[in-house]
Each structure stands twice: as structure tokens, then as C-alpha cells.
């Protein structure tokens, strides 16, 4: 089998895999010759592409860690918002998992774009089940996981839809309406015999950050318990790699990056070293770019081969990216969309990207040209050697900015009063800045002071490129993982 984009896909293949939307209704069984009338209707439910039959890699052969019947079963019990179906829903994938020789999430997910809320639940907890098998829980550990994982989101079926679903930035109202729906999962369990309270503390705290900057209590990551630490990171991570309506789907590659980038800040470094050691960066049937300009599709991805996979050509041409004679190959443009429509959709998400501005303050000049370096491409950029110079832009100056990325440790004026100033001015013209801390300094009073001026987060030096990209487009455009 194979994955073909939505784009790429012709009548008369046939499909590799039963698709069904995210409630768990068959769209096309198994086996189905794709007609336009089928292709149509994959597409009008936004479904991004699909496993297809194919000779040439015939053997590439996609093994689900969870049943079919399992995970029906597991949708149905969230949809009805009931912990016994799901206790029951966890007992049954557990015992999968734990069967399964290989442990390993080896398969790009197909689901309908609005879909999100059954799915997903049932997406973390099968990545929950995974890291804990990989971190050696309990049998009985890892059931409670998986149950709390499944109940972890159904507070967002009290949520309005025109707040989930909404394409652009949320008000501050509406944003905190969304963050009730951790509270209003943990109602669901709370006054339940049966659940631990390392359950319902994992439901009521999975959005949680490790240095104390998430909701809904500020839990720092010595106050969290292992199953929230693992929730989280397993919601973040099905979160990114899924299209939701304000936002496209990233690459399991992109993802990767991003959450070791936010090793420290959001996520537990051990969780995440764990889910990145089961969850191939590239899936097998995937098609990839080579920097010979060639296409090939991942034929084999694990231990040395997830970063350096096994690839065949499409003219049936094998490659081993690990062998020494072809280390000067490489996978290009990791996770970016190759077809046609999805490079369009990006074209435009790049020109909108540009009529953003950016203001970089710093006093270090190097700090300035890597971060403009970065961003130049997609951002319109300035650059302000001190608190007092980016105050003069907008206070005085009536410099308009879309987001401040802002040093904490400058002479004079810190970045820490430069940011109070710059709310405080906010407030004043009925105008908010949004501003992202970027700096060397991860202590406790460093992070509570930022928590107290509420601003939209802060990056460690040093940073990877594609956590402070995702940040900034985060911050940008209102969304939260």
C-alpha cells in the first residue's frame, strides 16, 4: 500500500484501508474502485488522502495497533459521554496493545477535518497506551491511562460550536470558554469511586505545562502527576498532526520538532523522548522528496531508519538512507505538502503570513539576524535594540506590530518591564500587542513573572526553528494545540 493526497488520487485505484469519518461511519469500505463520485465525496469531507493498493509496494503492509471493532467501540463510548463504556472501551485496547510485539503508531490517520472531538479522544489514548507500554506501566496503569485519556476532551461537547470550530482568533471571552472544557471532563469523573485521582487529575490538568504556564491551575511540572504529563503531550501531538478548521495539519516530522523544542517548557522531557522513539517521523507508505529531486515512498522506518529511512522509487529503485554510501541523501522539505491544491492552500497562508509584522527586540545584534533570518521569508521584520527604542516605535511613533518577540535579559529597560509597558499602553488605546518572551532564562522567578504579565509564551535558547516558527504562528492566530 501506499498514501496518496487527495489530489493525487484517480479513479480506479482502489483503496487499501476501510475509510470512515471521525464518528466512526464507513465513508468506503476496503477494496472500493474509486470512482469521481467517491473521490468527490472524500474530498467534501475533507478527508487530506488515502492508503491505496499498489503493486510496486505490495509489501508495504500498514499493521494497526488497535482493532477496528476496538476503536468503534472506544468512539461510541466517548460520544456518549460514559466513563463505564470507556472503562471498558480502555480494558479491551490495553489488551491489544499489550498482544502487540511491535508497539508502534505506524499510520497516517484519515479522518474527516470536523471530526475532532471522538477521534482525537480515541487517537490520545491509543498514544497514550503506547508511551506507557514504552514507559513499563502497569497493566493496571496503563488502563486508567487510557480511560482518562478517553475522557480527557468530552468537556468540549458542552463547548459551542461556533467557538470550537471558529476559523480565526478567539476572544479573550471565547477562549476562556474553551479552556473550561478541562473543568467540565473532570466534572464528568470527579465524584467516581472507581477512578483514581491520578485520573481525574491527569482529565482536569492535560492542558497543563510543564513550567507552570498552562490552565487551568498553573501546575509547574513537579506538581503534575505522570498521567497528565502523558496526556498532554499525546493531546498536543494528535493535535498538530490533525487539519482543524482554523488550522492545517503539520507533518508527524514538524510535530516531532516541535515537541522536543518545547521540551522544558510545555512537555516532560522523558514523555516526549518516549512517544518519539514509537511514533515513526515518516510512516511507512508515505511519499517523500528526495534531494535528488526524485520521489520515493517509505518502505521501512524503525530503530537508525526513523530518521534515515528505507525508500524505494517510484521506478522500483530501493535506497537504505542509513547506509553509509548514501548519507549525502536527504529528505527534503520534511512534512511539506507536495500536491498541487496544498501548495496553493500554503502559497496563501505564506502571503497572508507576510502582511504580518514583527517587531524583534534584543540587544545582542547576532540574536537579531538569526531570529530575522528565520522569519524574513514569511514576516514582515523589525528589529529595536532595547525596551526603550521598541516603546518609542509604538507609544510614540505609533508603529503598528502584529506580535513582539521580546529579550527578557537587556541593559536598562528588561524585557519583563518593557513588556508591562507595552500592556499597559495596550490597555490604554484599547489595542493588545501580543508578545512572545524569547530568551536564555528558564528559573522559577523568570517563568512567574512572565505567567503574571499573561503574555502568549516564552522560547528557551536555544530554540528550534520549528517550535519558535509554530509559536509565533500560534500566538498569531489565536489557536492552541
Known amino acids: 500500500m501506499r498514501y496518496v493526497t487527495i489530489s493525487h488520487l484517480e479513479t480506479g485505484m482502489v483503496s487499501g484501508d476501510t475509510i470512515q469519518d471521525g464518528y466512526g461511519r464507513i465513508l468506503i469500505e476496503r477494496g472500493t474502485v474509486l470512482t469521481d463520485t467517491y473521490i468527490y465525496r472524500l474530498r467534501t469531507q475533507g478527508i487530506q488522502g488515502v ?7 505490495g509489501d508495504v503492509i500498514i499493521d494497526k495497533l488497535i482493532s477496528q471493532k476496538v476503536k468503534q467501540q472506544a468512539l461510541d463510548a466517548v460520544e456518549k459521554v460514559d466513563p463505564d463504556l470507556c472503562k471498558a472501551a480502555s ?9 502487540k510485539k511491535k508497539v508502534s503508531l505506524d499510520l ?11 477521534s482525537h479522544s480515541v487517537n490520545v489514548a491509543t498514544l497514550c497506551g503506547v508511551i506507557g507500554k514504552g514507559m513499563k506501566l502497569s497493566a493496571g496503569q496503563l488502563v486508567e491511562l487510557t480511560i482518562a485519556a478517553l475522557m480527557h476532551d468530552v468537556g468540549k461537547m458542552f463547548i459551542p460550536q461556533e467557538i470550537l470550530n471558529k476559523p480565526g482568533r478567539l476572544s479573550k471571552k471565547e477562549y476562556n470558554i474553551m479552556k473550561s472544557h478541562a473543568e467540565k471532563s473532570y466534572e464528568k469523573v470527579k465524584d467516581r469511586v472507581d477512578f483514581s485521582e491520578d485520573m481525574k487529575q491527569a482529565i482536569l490538568h492535560h492542558h497543563e505545562n510543564v513550567d507552570g504556564s498552562g490552565y487551568p491551575d498553573g501546575q509547574t511540572g513537579d506538581e503534575q502527576n505522570l498521567f497528565t504529563k502523558i496526556i498532554h503531550v499525546a493531546d498536543v501531538y494528535d493535535a498538530l498532526v490533525s487539519k482543524r478548521p482554523f488550522k492545517e495539519a503539520f507533518s508527524p516530522y ?9 521540551c522544558g517548557i510545555m512537555f516532560d522531557q522523558e514523555v516526549v523522548d518516549t512517544l518519539l522513539h514509537y511514533v515513526p517521523l515518516y510512516p511507512k507508505g508515505t511519499e517523500v522528496l528526495l534531494s535528488t ?15 534515515r529511512p528505507v525508500v524505494r522509487l517510484l521506478n522500483g529503485e530501493q535506497i537504505d538512507l542509513a547506509n553509509r554510501e548514501n548519507l549525502s541523501l536527504s529528505i527534503q522539505n ?8 496544498l501548495m496553493e492552500n500554503e502559497k496563501g497562508r505564506k502571503e497572508m503570513a507576510n502582511s504580518k509584522r514583527i517587531f524583534l527586540v534584543d540587544d545582542m545584534k547576532t540574536n537579531l539576524a538569526m531570529l530575522s533570518e528565520i522569519l524574513e521569508n514569511d514576516y514582515d521584520i523589525q528589529c529595536f535594540s532595547s525596551g526603550e527604542a521598541v516603546l518609542d516605535a509604538i507609544v510614540e511613533k505609533k508603529k503598528r506590530a502584529d506580535l513582539i518577540l521580546l529579550d527578557i535579559e537587556m541593559p536598562g529597560m528588561d524585557g519583563i518591564e518593557t513588556a508591562r509597558r507595552i500592556l499597559e499602553y495596550g490597555k490604554e488605546v484599547h489595542r493588545s500587542i501580543p508578545i512572545l518572551f524569547v530568551s536564555t532564562r528558564g528559573d522559577r522567578d523568570t517563568i512567574i513573572n512572565c505567567r503574571k504579565l499573561q503574555v502568549g509564551g516564552y522560547v528557551l535558547r536555544p530554540y528550534n526553528n520549528v517550535y519558535i516558527r509554530s509559536e509565533i504562528q500560534r500566538v498569531l492566530e489565536g489557536w492552541t494545540p
Not at 497516517?108 to 471522538?118: E, F, H, L, P, S
Not at 529531486?293 to 530518521?307: F, M, P, S, Y
Not at 520534511?334 to 498541487?340: L, M, P, S
Open 51 to 57: 492508503y491505496v493498493e499498489d503493486e510496486m509496494f
Open 91 to 99: 480494558m479491551e485496547m490495553v489488551s491489544e496493545i499489550i498482544a
Open 108 to 118: 497516517v490517520d484519515i479522518r474527516a477535518a470536523g471530526d475532532a472531538i471522538y
Open 254 to 262: 514538524e510535530v516531532s520538532e516541535y515537541l522536543m523544542g518545547g
Open 293 to 307: 529531486g526524485k520521489h520515493a515512498v517509505i518502505i521501512e522506518n524503525e530503530g537508525i531508519h526513523n530518521l
Open 334 to 341: 520534511a512534512g511539506e505538502k507536495t500536491d498541487i491544491s
